[in-house]
C-alpha cells in the first residue's frame, strides 16, 4: 500500500494554490462542466438555440436603438458585428460573475457533505461557458465572412488566431472577479444584491455599445488596468475586424490588473473557504 | 490515524463557542470505531474536520491511507441527469476516478439492482430507488479510511442488510471505518471500539460495548412519564395515561390499557397539522410510530391548545425500558415543524393478563405479537 498521508490542521499560508489537488480532481472537474452543458437547455424548446438568440436579439436591439435612433458611433464599422464581438465578450464575463459569485450559497449542502477542492467549481463554469462562447463565435465568424463577402470589412485574417489568447485572459478576469464576490457573498449577503447591479453597470463602462476610441486619449491606460474588460472587447473587435485604437501599454496594464485580481481572488476565496461551512 | 486537539489559547470571541476541544485518540487500521454522543456533542463537527470539509482553529489530525467520506448518500445527485451519469459525478464527488467508476460500472448497476431505468432522469426515481443507486456508489468506494456518518439508515430492510454487509466487509478487508451513529444497536454490532463525546470534549474511548454501556448509563433521559418540548410559540408535551384516567402513570404494565396523549400549543395558528409519536427501544431503533393522520384523524388547524390521544390497547412492549418522541409536521412538508425524539423514557413491567402472570420477558425480543396457541394431539 502506498502511504498517503493527510494532516489536517490550520493552514497559515496566505497563497495556497494546492495546484496538485485541482489536478488530482480534474476527473471531477470535467463532470461538473459536462453536467452545466448538459443540464442547461433542458427541457427548453430552443435547447441551446437560446445560446446564439440571445447575442443576435440584443445585437438587432441595439443596431436599431443605439446605433440607429441615437447615432452612436460603431467607428465605421458595421454595426450588428461591433455590436456581436462586445456582446459575446460581457456576456462570458456575466455569466461568470453570476455563477461563482454564489458559488457558496447554491452548493451549500455538496459543501457541508463532501470535500473537494472548491476551486473546481468557479473553473469548471469556465469550461462550460467557454461552449457557449465556442458557439457564438461561430455565429459571429458567419457574419465576418458575410461582411467580407460584401466587402464591407476586410475578410479574415491571421488575426482571428489570437481570439484564444483573449479568450484565455477573459476566463483569467472573469474568474477572478467571480472568486472575489463568491467569497464576500459567502461572509456578506449584501454582495448578492450588489452583483446584478455590477453586471449591469459594467456593461456601461465597458466599451459594448460604443467604441474604445470614445474614452479620452489621456484615460485609457488608467481605464485598461480598473477594467480589463475594456480592452479585452477592443481586441476582440481587433480579432475580427481588424481596426484597434489599443496601444501596447494598454494591453500591458490590462493583463498586470487581471493577474492581481486573480491573485487577489484565490487568496479570499481559500480563507473563505476553510470555514465558511460553519456559518453559512 | 491520529487526533490530537490542544490548546493554544486562541481567542474567541462571547458568540463563538469551540465545538470540539481536546480530543485525542487513535484508530488503529482495519479496526471500525463508532462514534457516540448525543446531539449536539460534537460527532458531526469532528467528522467534517476529519474530512476537511471544515478547518479546526488548533490542533492536528494525520490520516494515512486514502480517505473517502459518506456524510450522505446521493450527494451531488442531478435530477436531470439519468442513472449512468449520476454514478459518474457522483463516485467522482466522493473521489473516485472516471477509469475506477468505468470498471467498477457494472458492479455497481448490479448492486443498486433497480433495473431498466439507469436511463431515466433520476428525478423520476421513487426514493428508494434513488437511495439503492445512491449507496450501491458509495458502497463500492474503496478507501483506506471510510468515514460514515449514519447513512445506513436508508432503503428497506432487504437493502439495508446488504449495505451492513458491504460496511463489514470493508473492516475485514482491512480498512479503518469510522461510524457515527446515534442507534446503539449498530454501533455495537459492527464496531471494535467507540469513541464518547460530550459536549465537545472526549468523555472515553475504549471497547465498543463498555462505552455504550457508560453511554446509554448516562444517556438515557430521566425515568419520566411526562415531558414538554419547543418553546412558548410552539410546544408539545407527550404524556402515558393509563386509559381513562387523568393520571400520569409511574411505569407502564405489559399488557395493558394506555393513552399517549400528545397536547399541542401554539400562539400563531397552526395548519394542517399532522401528529406522530415514535416509540425507540433503549439503544435507538424505532419500534413503532403512531401517526394521526394513519388513523383517521384529518390534517388539522390548531391555536391555543389541543390534544391528540393515541389509544393503545393490550401493549405488547416486552418488559424492560423504552423511550417515546413526538413530531409535529405541516402537511405535505418533509421535516417536521416540531420534534424531539426520545423525550421521554418509561419501564414496562411485566404483568398478570388474563389472571395469569406473563412469562415473556425481555429475551423473548421487543414486543409480542398478538398471537395464541393450541395443542393437537394428532393419533
Same mark, same amino acid.
Given at each position: 500500500m502506498t502511504e498517503l498521508i493527510t494532516i489536517i490542521r490550520r493552514r497559515r499560508g496566505w497563497f495556497d494554490l494546492k495546484l496538485s489537488r485541482v489536478w488530482n480532481h480534474r476527473d471531477l472537474l470535467l463532470l461538473f462542466a459536462m453536467r452545466d452543458i448538459k443540464v442547461r437547455h433542458k427541457q427548453t424548446l430552443l435547447g441551446p438555440g437560446w445560446l446564439v438568440l440571445q447575442p443576435l436579439v440584443w445585437t438587432a436591439v441595439f443596431t436599431a436603438t443605439i446605433s440607429g435612433v441615437a447615432g452612436v458611433s460603431t467607428?465605421?464599422?458595421?454595426?450588428? =458585428? *461591433? #455590436? =456581436?464581438?462586445? =456582446?459575446?465578450?460581457? +456576456? #462570458?464575463f456575466s455569466q461568470i460573475i453570476f455563477t461563482t459569485s454564489q458559488v457558496f450559497i447554491a452548493n451549500e449542502h455538496l459543501f457541508s457533505k463532501v470535500y473537494f477542492p472548491r476551486i473546481i467549481l468557479p473553473v469548471s463554469a469556465l469550461l462550460s461557458n467557454g461552449v457557449a462562447l465556442l458557439i457564438q463565435f461561430v455565429v459571429i465568424l458567419i457574419f465576418a465572412v458575410a461582411y467580407g463577402w460584401m466587402g464591407k470589412i476586410d475578410g479574415l485574417s491571421w488575426r482571428i488566431l489570437l481570439f484564444p489568447i483573449v479568450v484565455v485572459q477573459l476566463a483569467a478576469f472573469s474568474l477572478a472577479v467571480g472568486l472575489v464576490l463568491g467569497a464576500s457573498t459567502a461572509k #456578506?449577503?449584501? %454582495?448578492?444584491? %450588489? &452583483?446584478? *447591479? =455590477?453586471?449591469?453597470? +459594467? %456593461? *456601461?463602462? &465597458?466599451?459594448?455599445?460604443y467604441p474604445f476610441s470614445f474614452i479620452p486619449e489621456r484615460y485609457r491606460t488608467l481605464t485598461s488596468f480598473v477594467n480589463p474588460l475594456a480592452v479585452l472587447v477592443e481586441e476582440s473587435r481587433w480579432c475580427f475586424l481588424g481596426h484597434s485604437h489599443l496601444e501596447a501599454n494598454q494591453v500591458i496594464a490590462s493583463v498586470l490588473s487581471t493577474l492581481a485580481v486573480l491573485a487577489a481572488g484565490v487568496i479570499v476565496y481559500q480563507r473563505v473557504e476553510r470555514t465558511v461551512m460553519d456559518t453559512i | 490515524m491520529f487526533g490530537r486537539g490542544s490548546d493554544t489559547g486562541a481567542q474567541i470571541s462571547r458568540d463563538e463557542f469551540y465545538a470540539l476541544r481536546d480530543i485525542t485518540f487513535s484508530v488503529p487500521a482495519g479496526k471500525v470505531c463508532g462514534i457516540i454522543g448525543r446531539n449536539g456533542s460534537g460527532k458531526t463537527t469532528l467528522l467534517k474536520v476529519l474530512t476537511s470539509i471544515t478547518e479546526p482553529e488548533a490542533g492536528e489530525a494525520i490520516l494515512k491511507g486514502r480517505i473517502g467520506s459518506l456524510l450522505e448518500v446521493g450527494a451531488g445527485f442531478h435530477p436531470e441527469l439519468n442513472g449512468i451519469e449520476n454514478i459518474y459525478l457522483n463516485g467522482t464527488i466522493l473521489g473516485m476516478s472516471k477509469a475506477e467508476i468505468t470498471s467498477k460500472l457494472d458492479q455497481i448497476i448490479?448492486?443498486?439492482?433497480? $433495473?431498466?431505468? !439507469?436511463?431515466?432522469p433520476v428525478k423520476r426515481y421513487s426514493s428508494g430507488m434513488y437511495v439503492r443507486l445512491a449507496f450501491a456508489i458509495a458502497a463500492h468506494l474503496e478507501p483506506d479510511i471510510l468515514i460514515v456518518d449514519e447513512v445506513l439508515a436508508v432503503g428497506d430492510a432487504e437493502f439495508q442488510r446488504k449495505s451492513l454487509a458491504k460496511m463489514k466487509d470493508a473492516a475485514g478487508e482491512g480498512r479503518t471505518v469510522l461510524f457515527v451513529s446515534?442507534? @446503539?444497536? @449498530?454501533?455495537?454490532? !459492527?464496531?471494535? @471500539?467507540?469513541?464518547? !463525546?460530550?459536549?465537545?470534549?472526549?468523555?472515553?474511548v475504549g471497547d465498543a460495548s463498555s462505552v455504550i454501556d457508560s453511554y446509554l448509563a448516562v444517556a438515557a433521559p430521566r425515568q419520566t412519564t411526562r415531558a414538554r418540548v419547543g418553546t412558548e410559540d410552539l410546544w408539545g408535551e407527550l404524556r402515558i395515561v393509563a386509559a381513562g384516567s387523568e393520571a400520569v402513570c409511574d411505569?407502564?404494565?405489559?399488557? $395493558?390499557?394506555?393513552?399517549?396523549?400528545?397536547? !399541542?400549543?401554539?400562539?400563531q395558528p397552526f395548519r394542517r397539522g399532522v401528529a406522530r409519536v415514535h416509540i425507540f427501544e433503549q439503544e435507538g431503533g424505532l419500534i413503532s410510530a403512531f401517526e394521526s393522520l394513519a388513523e383517521g384523524v384529518d390534517q388539522f388547524d390548531f391555536s391555543q391548545m389541543i390534544e391528540v390521544v393515541f389509544k393503545v390497547r393490550s401493549l405488547g412492549l416486552l418488559p424492560g425500558t423504552y423511550t417515546a418522541g413526538l413530531a409535529l409536521y405541516a402537511w405535505g412538508e418533509e421535516e417536521p415543524t416540531l420534534s424531539a425524539d426520545s423525550c421521554l423514557s418509561f419501564d414496562v413491567v411485566a404483568a398478570t393478563v388474563n389472571d395469569a402472570y406473563w412469562p415473556y420477558l425481555r429475551e423473548h425480543g421487543i414486543v409480542r405479537l398478538s398471537h395464541s396457541a393450541e395443542l393437537r394431539v394428532l393419533g
Open positions: 467607428g465605421n464599422q458595421p454595426a450588428p =458585428l *461591433f #455590436y =456581436l464581438c462586445g =456582446l459575446i465578450v460581457w +456576456s #462570458y #456578506y449577503r449584501d %454582495m448578492g444584491f %450588489m &452583483t446584478p *447591479f =455590477l453586471v449591469q453597470v +459594467s %456593461m *456601461f463602462v &465597458t466599451p459594448v455599445l | 448490479e448492486f443498486a439492482d433497480i $433495473g431498466a431505468v !439507469l436511463e431515466t446515534h442507534n @446503539m444497536a @449498530m454501533v455495537r454490532q !459492527l464496531c471494535d @471500539m467507540a469513541v464518547y !463525546l460530550e459536549s465537545g470534549t472526549l468523555k472515553e411505569y407502564v404494565k405489559f399488557g $395493558g390499557d394506555y393513552d399517549f396523549v400528545l397536547r !399541542l400549543g401554539a400562539k
